[in-house]
């Protein structure tokens, strides 16, 4: 069975660092895309970040410089390392994997449990 799983959440102050866990089974991790997505209340599921199944690298305008990906490939982890973090930040953090770095959450089949980021300003 695919199963995700995100972890690492937390409250930061602005201008802080978190680093977040997409621990992954059940699937080929290297030969599939997994992306970062990010949702506040009453805003859309948004894509922050990706890894493709060749290993490349995207990200939102909005987090380009701050975010960085990484990976484990002997843990199946994905790794999302946030830096200067801002207020803005703040939303429910989720991986998911795809054949391809889709910035559509709905063409994603499967999705981990969300870990919360919260920023002070």
């Known amino acids: 069975e695919v199963q995700l799983q995100a972890s690492g959440g937390g409250l930061v102050q602005a201008g802080g660092s978190l680093r977040l866990s997409c621990a992954t089974s059940g699937f080929y991790f290297e030969d599939w895309a997994i992306g970062w997505f990010r949702q506040a209340p009453g805003k859309e599921r948004e894509l922050v970040a990706c890894?493709?199944?060749?290993?490349?690298?995207s990200y939102a305008d909005g987090v380009k410089g701050r975010f960085t990906i990484s990976s484990d490939n002997a843990k199946n982890t994905l790794y999302l390392q946030m830096n200067s973090l801002k207020p803005e930040d703040t939303a429910v953090y989720y991986c998911a994997t795809d054949l391809v770095c889709a910035t559509d959450a709905d063409q994603y089949d499967y999705w981990g449990q969300g870990t919360l980021v919260t920023v002070s300003s």
């Open positions: 890894r493709n199944n060749l290993g490349r690298l």
